[in-house]
């Protein structure tokens, strides 16, 4: 697990399988001053080889939104993590709704988490014109 961003001890951590991502940001120390914890979901499982980033609050934080959906026309947002979303996060993606979001979340869950963002394609209902309008939004 590399865990990064608004921590004290940014770096890498062996945690076992059960373990989830508040732990890994305790064993980094915990948060650092200014850090946005409401960016990440402490309560998701790790995975190996998964990264996390702890945004900074403010702006430039680089959180994956976490509110509700943006507006159309705003500012494009920040790109949310396969291995971290929440599933209201991922139904706010354009062509996923609550249906593809749990499919979503259950390969993640059968393969340990998403090595590529090309591991949508192997996701019933997201084909090749889905996986063009999502890959530029979504993240490792």
């Not at 991922?90 to 090309?118: C, E, N, Y």
């Amino acid at each position: 697990m590399h865990v990064t961003g608004a921590v004290r001890r940014p770096g890498v951590y062996a945690l076992p399988s059960w373990a989830r991502l508040d732990l890994a940001v305790k064993r980094a120390g915990g948060p650092a001053k200014g850090a946005d914890l409401e960016g990440v979901n402490l309560a998701a499982k790790v995975a190996d080889g998964q990264q996390v980033v702890v945004p900074r609050g403010g702006a430039g934080g680089g959180a994956a939104p976490v509110g509700g959906p943006g507006e159309t026309g705003s500012a494009p947002q920040a790109p949310i993590s396969l291995n971290t979303a929440t599933p209201e996060q991922l139904d706010q993606l354009d062509g996923v709704g609550p249906a593809t979001a749990q499919k979503i979340l259950v390969w993640r869950k059968q393969h340990g988490g998403f090595r590529s963002v090309d591991d949508l394609k192997q996701i019933s209902g997201i084909g090749p014109k889905r996986f063009e309008s999502l890959k530029a939004k979504v993240r490792m």
